[in-house]
């Protein structure tokens, strides 16, 4: 069993949602990256790394402005497998990158990779789920999750494609891309309420989750939150404004 399905198990026996935390790999130096991912890490039940991209399309300005930075650190694909590899404990670990990146590597060979170096799951959002096939077959292969994203623009292509989904179901709540502009929206619920009746897959809602207040909207109604824009953000505070911040976070799930 995928160690991302033991996690959420074991937090669905202790009535909890799992905190997702995300980062840039790169940010906010090549130096400083493995310190920042390390204390995230300590806080969080699933910790999801961004590959950084030159148009991460997914992205709003503040994960945009980590990817940049990040890539005039000139960090590659093998630090980020080979840190993965040094860092990992109990807590699952996914990558979210595009897939130029991985198309670039070849599919076979990063897939494999993932594996040999304990990826649990991979987030691609620029592959549509009627393209993404490939990928799927490559992940099941080597024991890896494809995680499958959706959105509130369209509940019935939800739910079909929350059928066959593995790991956790990336949940949007609003549309356009992550960070803080825009209120999370109310059709989120609904979203949530319908795939319930079509997958047992925990469902972890993303984009615009930013403190505490807002990850209480989700209790009972989500297996899981994801947060990104504002752990970038407090990385930008330094290490102790970091660490308050994810105990916060920590505390009320």
């Known amino acids: 069993m995928n160690s991302i ?7 669905k026996s202790e ?7 995300y980062t840039t790999f790169g940010y906010p130096t090549k130096e400083e990256t493995l310190e920042y991912i390390n204390l ?3 806080y969080v039940d699933v910790l999801e790394i ?4 030159s148009d991460p399309v997914a992205d709003g300005e503040i994960i945009q402005k980590a990817s940049v930075r990040a890539l005039k650190e000139g960090v590659k694909l093998d630090q980020l497998f080979y840190s993965i590899d040094k860092f990992k404990k109990d807590k699952p670990v996914a990558i979210m990158l595009y897939a130029n990146t991985v198309y670039k590597r070849g599919i076979k060979r990063f897939f494999e990779d993932c594996k040999n170096f304990g990826v649990d799951a991979v987030i691609i959002p620029d ?3 009627e393209e993404s096939e490939e990928f799927r077959s490559s992940c099941t292969e080597n024991g890896v999750h494809y995680i499958d994203l959706v959105s509130i623009s369209s509940i019935e292509r939800a739910k079909m494609i929350v059928k066959n989904s593995r790991g ?7 549309k356009g891309v992550t960070g803080f502009k825009g209120e999370i929206d ?11 009746k079509v997958t047992s897959t925990p469902l972890a809602v993303g984009f615009g989750i930013k403190d505490r207040e807002d990850v209480l909207r989700f209790k009972g109604r989500a297996d899981g939150i994801v947060i990104g824009s504002a752990i970038i953000k407090k990385i930008d505070e330094g290490k102790e404004s970091l660490a308050k911040f994810l105990e916060t976070i920590r505390s009320v799930l």
């Open 50 to 53: 961004g590959f950084p991209f």
């Open 5 to 11: 399905d033991t996690r959420f198990e074991k937090l």
């Open 127 to 129: 592959v549509p789920y």
């Open 40 to 42: 995230i890490y300590s």
């Open 186 to 196: 109310r059709n989120i619920y609904d979203l949530l309420d319908q795939l319930k």
């Open 168 to 174: 956790f179901v990336y949940c949007v709540s609003r």
């Open 15 to 21: 009535k909890k949602m799992a905190f997702i935390g």
